[in-house]
């Protein structure tokens, strides 16, 4: 056992019984006391030297190996990592190129102006004059051209969302395809890089809402008409468009009154475009929270 052992420097008997030991050898008494026989071995070549170079050579194979899996897991890790942002870029050019397809087509449909951000910047003197705000952005006055009589009203819709991209792509495909007296009109829009702006024509009165409690009261008469101006804006909308359109949010803050006090609708950014022959529809509930319009 002891010569089979890489290890084993000494065997010692004591009558029936072996201990191998290990070099180096130490305490050793040799004398007629002693009744323990030790046989030493004596290495012929190097064994010691053959089992460190086994022991190294498996030690590196398993180094190797671990290694390689290590290597191995990186690349594919790498691999899907780069295919998952090649992805992701592909869905958001695909997406872009989507949005400003459909941009285009609206423009061309419409001929509606197309409006840079430097452009109603400038316009509105830094967007200086609030006019109101909403749960979407904005609305600040503004001046077009070199004449200060052409007013306009600039609504800066709120950060890039799912929500306020969509109503930005509602409001201008359902506005660009109306004309009527008492429907706010849209002049123009801009949609560069993160900005999104709607231009439509100044209301010099306001909305219905402030008009109604203001200092003077209107009169029954001036009621009645503001009533029978919003009735055939949205019998319009709902029977005389080419693709009929269900407001969703009907309420005197979306009423704006103009310098002859003919009352007019805005804001369809939440508005329901259903297609030619569709007399009914289904949504959910939009607009202010709490409220559901008449429609």
Not at 157 to 174: D, H, I, M
Request: aromatic share 8%; net charge positive.
């Amino acid at each position: 056992a002891c010569l089979a052992d890489c290890f084993c420097a000494a065997a010692i008997f004591i009558d029936d019984i072996c201990w191998k030991k290990k070099g180096p050898l130490s305490n050793g008494r040799m004398g007629p006391w002693v009744i323990q026989k030790a046989l030493i071995k004596v290495r012929i070549h190097d064994m010691t030297s053959t089992c460190t170079k086994n022991d190294q050579k498996k030690n590196k194979n398993t180094t190797l190996m671990i290694v390689g899996s290590v290597l191995l897991s990186s690349s594919v890790f790498v691999n899907l990592l780069l295919l998952l942002i090649t992805y992701l870029m592909y869905r958001s050019f695909r997406s872009r190129d989507s949005k400003l397809s459909r941009l285009v087509q609206i423009n061309q449909v419409t001929g509606m102006r197309t409006f840079t951000y430097q452009e109603l910047h400038k316009a509105t003197y830094g967007f200086k004059e609030e006019l109101g705000r909403g749960s979407f952005g904005r609305v600040y006055k503004g001046v077009l051209g070199s004449e200060e009589t052409n007013f306009v009203a600039v609504k800066v819709l709120a950060t890039r969302t799912g929500e306020s991209e969509k109503e930005f792509e509602r409001e201008v495909s359902a506005i660009g395809q109306t004309n009527h007296k008492n429907l706010v009109e849209l002049l123009g829009f801009c949609n560069e890089g993160q900005h999104r702006l709607l231009v439509y024509e100044f209301m010099s009165n306001g909305t219905l809402a402030d008009f109604l409690f203001c200092a003077s009261r209107p009169s029954w008469y001036r009621r009645i008409e503001i009533v029978c101006d919003v009735a055939r804006g949205l019998s319009y909308l709902h029977e005389d468009c080419t693709r009929h359109i269900i407001h969703c949010d009907i309420k005197p803050q979306n009423i704006l009154l103009d310098g002859s006090l003919i009352a007019k609708i805005s804001d369809l950014g939440l508005a329901k475009l259903l297609k030619a022959n569709q007399t009914r529809t289904t949504t959910g509930v939009r607009g202010t929270r709490g409220y559901l319009a008449p429609e």
